[in-house]
């Protein structure tokens, strides 16, 4: 279900985005973050999902560098 939807989401985005459009002919890469906080819940710590502000900053100026960001919108 959730695949589903996400997959009829980047289509629809990238028929209206020239720049999805062109990501996805090469390759689009999607970074997905799911607890950013100096102190996350327990759930989050278990299942290493969370990562601090520091490292959120530190991971998003790499991915800056690394990767052409496209806004949707």
Do not use: N
């Not at 996805?24 to 601090?52: K, M, N, T, W």
């Not at 991915?63 to 949707?72: D, G, K, M, T, Y």
Request: aromatic share 10%.
């Amino acid at each position: 279900m959730v695949k589903t939807l996400v997959k009829s989401s980047i289509g629809f985005a990238a028929s209206r985005i020239p720049a999805v459009r062109r990501a996805l002919d090469r390759g689009l890469s999607v970074f997905l973050y799911h607890d950013i906080a100096e102190h996350p819940s327990s759930f989050s710590q278990e299942c290493d999902l969370a990562v601090s502000p520091e490292q959120f900053e530190r991971q998003t100026r790499w991915i800056a560098q690394e990767f052409e960001v496209i806004s949707l919108d």
